[in-house]
T-cell receptor, first 113, second 111 residues
């Protein structure tokens, strides 16, 4: 089985722009979670989607949003980018029916100038 | 709170055992995980333990869980230079896939 894939792998944007990141989960997995990793804050949970519905949400401003499609692929969007949004954005997938192990993708590294 | 704490650095000689420690705060945690992150890469799941277990062994890896003290450890036997990475412990809660991560421990293995 192919692992979790994320596109793009690297991205450079400027303040005020918006960005969309994509995540394709492992085949058969229905839950997708997103995390932000920064040197200062570490790994922080953004949100989780299951069957196209947001099931859980972290403490991030409304500029951060996401969605999940019927094929379980997920996108996250960040609007009005700030310098502090520079981070590694990681996506994880799991089967989602119960407490299941999450498998992570390689991440998208976003740099905001 | 949601803090999961780990020591920041660990340095060991190749061939020795490494022990990475983690403390968590929520007694309702269901699963506890260890992930490995190499430079520029995502998180690789190493092993996990269910909260009603106290030990799990998987080849060179041994996980010990002390629920009373909310303490988790990962022992790597015969540590190799390829084990050099950052190791994160994480806990999950009931009915959610949300993971609470520790701060990460940077393991450096020297010859």
């Amino acid at each position: 089985k192919a692992g979790v894939t994320q596109t793009p792998r690297y991205l450079i944007k400027t303040r005020g722009q918006q960005v969309t990141l994509s995540c394709s989960p492992i085949s058969g997995h229905r839950s997708v979670s997103w995390y932000q990793q920064t040197p200062g804050q570490g790994l922080q949970f953004l949100f989780e989607y299951f069957s196209e519905t947001q099931r859980n949400k972290g403490n991030f401003p409304g500029r951060f949003s996401g969605r999940q499609f019927s094929n379980s692929r997920s996108e996250m969007n960040v609007s009005t980018l700030e310098l502090g949004d520079s981070a590694l954005y990681l996506c994880a997938s799991s089967p989602g029916d119960a407490q299941e192990t999450q498998y992570f993708g390689p991440g998208t590294r976003l740099l905001v100038l | 709170g949601e803090d999961v704490e780990q020591s920041l650095f660990l340095s060991v000689r190749e061939g020795d055992s490494s022990v990475i420690n983690c403390t968590y705060t929520d007694s309702s945690s269901t699963y506890l995980y260890w992930y490995k992150q190499e430079p520029g890469a995502g998180l690789q799941l190493l092993t996990y333990i269910f909260s009603n277990m106290d030990m799990k062994q998987d080849q060179r890896l041994t996980v010990l869980l002390n629920k009373k003290d909310k303490h988790l450890s990962l022992r790597i036997a015969d540590t190799q230079t390829g084990d050099s990475a950052i190791y994160f412990c994480a806990e999950s809660r009931v009915n959610t896939d949300k993971l609470i991560f520790g701060t990460g421990t940077r393991l450096q293995v020297f010859p």
